[in-house]
């Protein structure tokens, strides 16, 4: 990995080759989804259907685009015994952990006065779930569970089937085990405009959540208004805040961790130990010969993994907060006391034992997180994702009567003379 | 106004007819819209200028294009004391109902663990409040204020100034009250850009909020992800559900309070009363001719005004959820119980005194809802939009080691070999 020293220029320079990675900037697909998008809107299961012969190669028509009890079924049967009892110990964390997220409505009373908020989960969610070059039933889990938890009463799935027609097994199972009502097989921007706007097959929902490619992204970002969605995903990042008290071959092993994810991911140590830097250099070159995503780490790490070399412990959290790494390690003494003071970062993990992948998958924390910068005004995927709030305002005779002149005055401020009038017909006896 | 019977026809129809007023339905601006942001994007402060020059008629430069501390004590001088009164009023109560919304950081631990949730602030905000056709200093409190009580360091304000340079005085004095901390005269697709990608004069911020025409709407939702943005806002709506109980002139004014604001607004009574459908409409056509914005208000309610005529009260309240409209009075017997099965609403007045022109200016919660049927799935304005969650994940030795095999496990099962290796280092000896 490359070794620099952090100065304002390094730093800039590396937010800028960050950047580059958001999907924002790949607007020459933007045309393509468009097309795919007003395809599907318009032809709706006809669009879909040929979409999915020509992108996945699989024959789906209405009656084998929903997955089967069947199917579900034989996917039991086809999966690691182990897998599934791991996926069980990881449901459970997940869903204690978000289940603390629950917000109550509220009200306050005041003289002939309720203002409030009444807390609704929104009624249908989409899940997207990615097939292609990796499968991670964890991410199922991840997005499922939230909305599961939030009380949404329809969790609807999109994934990619082979040109066999079939989904692989993990997937099924862990929406499954998580409570998804209904799994289609369609993957792509196809999938997201089939949820945005509704087919013969597969239903229209109120939110779309889930990673996925460039052209998910882009679509999710096109049916952003017609439907909620949660943030547009780009690759995985980690950022490592290290001092001379951390363990170089940990702190290498979980820089690593996030680099073999794909070769747009990105890796970064800012450290305020020289001698570190230099440790962690040499253990990364070390597991990089013996890990079996060598190809894929050794380009990510060319492209995006930076060694940086801080002044002091300042300098390097102005850092951590100018980058606002989707995740965030903090291996240095104190590191409660360092934590008070990261303003922005997807998940923090404190702690020498708090390896990232262990948020990946089982603390219970949701791995669905702010890329690209975005941990500056976005948060993790969680349970604030699938409700929305409705305002409660309640007045008495007596209460507006008493503030009923200010409300016209400021109507009539405004020019709004029917807004004036509403308040006054109340009061003309 | 048209009254019709209730039927899923009618209401498939109104539905349909309402979503026409979507912003994203106006494809044909984006690319002018996308003109606009890759120019400031490229030129900053120069596309701005030009801009400003173009749609304004306004000599704006480095040198003007903030708003002086002496331009905001001039336009004290010049705003209605009455004004400025109530202006302070109405601030105390959106005030205090906000910080209602607060949340605080949490954490739970367990054996070694620690799971939480850390709650900062957003840095920088970006408001947006438009000029043309109607000055709304209510706007700007109501924009301003979730920001301040989130504890957002930097507020910035674009707005448009007049030919002359001059901005609203009312809406100076309401920014300057609710704390705004720099006030540019920019306005249009240009002001989002700017605030998005930063320019020499205006800074860059991490969130925009704030109404406009479509091409400010069309620009927040080009520059989503660069950016946070709220909800995409389309034209005002009323829906006000009452049986015979409710009084007609009330619910006539209510009515028109939201048919005025422009001819895209919609108006909408539902009923279980052929009696006061009837009553209702008498009162409309009365108020309509001594109303000072009756062309609008004429042209708004042919377009989108209804009154529906329900069976029974489940089947009114099933077609408020499915409108979802942005305002919705509840002026029925024993309202509070017809509250409990409302799901989708901006802002739920409840009662007969509860009248919705209370909500827009005065009475706390805040008047940027979500409209064109996004109340499925958005929510109004809040410090919720002003904040973000870390996640926060503590494990000691221990806690790790007695589920290190289960990750590995997990991650194996995706063929991460580089999460399974983090953990397992970690164990090693």
């Not at 360092?338 to 303003?343: D, E, G, P, R």
Request: hydrophobic share 40%; glycine share 6%.
């Amino acid at each position: 990995m490359r070794t620099l020293k952090l100065t304002k220029d390094s730093q800039k320079n590396i937010l800028e080759s960050l950047l580059k990675r958001s999907p924002n900037n790949y607007t020459e697909y933007e045309s393509t989804v468009n097309e795919i998008i007003n395809n599907v809107k318009e032809n709706r299961d006809k669009a879909v259907f040929e979409y999915t012969k020509k992108f996945d190669k699989a024959d789906v028509d209405a009656s084998n685009i929903r997955v089967t009890e069947e199917e579900i079924k034989e996917a039991y049967e086809l999966v690691d015994e182990k897998l599934l009892a791991v996926i069980k110990k990881a449901l459970v964390n997940i869903r204690k952990y978000h289940e603390k997220q629950l917000q109550n409505s509220w009200f306050t009373t005041e003289d002939g006065i309720i203002l409030g908020q009444k807390v609704t989960p929104i009624a249908k969610a989409g899940v997207y779930v990615p097939g292609g070059k990796a499968v991670y039933p964890s991410s199922v889990l991840m997005n499922v569970l939230p909305a599961k938890v939030a009380g949404v009463e329809k969790i609807v799935m999109c994934t990619p089937c082979g040109a066999d027609g079939k989904v692989y097994p993990s997937t099924l199972v862990a929406a499954n085990e998580a409570g998804v009502d209904e799994i289609y097989k369609v993957g792509g921007a196809q999938a997201i405009a089939a949820m945005a706007f509704g087919t013969e097959s597969v239903p229209k929902v109120d939110k779309i959540v889930g990673p996925g490619n460039i052209f998910v992204a882009l679509a999710k970002k096109a049916v952003f208004g017609y439907v909620s969605i949660d943030s547009i995903a780009g690759p995985s990042e980690i950022l490592v805040l290290a001092d001379e008290t951390a363990n170089p071959r940990y702190v290498a092993a979980d820089l690593l961790s996030q680099a073999e994810h794909d070769e747009m991911a990105s890796a970064i140590l800012i450290t305020t130990s020289e001698e570190l830097a230099k440790k962690v250099s040499e253990e990364v070159d070390k597991f990089v010969e013996v890990l079996s995503r060598k190809e894929i780490i050794e380009k990510s790490l060319e492209n995006y993994g930076y060694i940086l070399v801080a002044e002091d412990m300042d300098e390097a959290i102005d850092a951590v907060n100018d980058i606002a790494s989707e995740h965030m390690e903090i291996v240095t003494r104190d590191p409660f006391s360092v934590m008070t003071k990261i303003k922005n970062a997807g998940a923090i993990f404190i702690g020498e034992y708090s390896s990232e992948p262990l948020g990946d998958y089982f603390a219970g924390p949701n791995h669905v997180l702010p890329t690209n910068g975005t941990a500056k005004f976005f948060s993790a995927l969680s349970v604030d994702d699938f409700i929305k709030k409705s305002s409660i305002i309640s007045y008495s005779r007596e209460a507006l009567e008493r503030i009923h002149t200010d409300i016209e005055q400021f109507a009539e401020c405004e020019k709004l003379t029917a807004h004036a009038n509403s308040i006054k017909v109340r009061f003309e006896d």
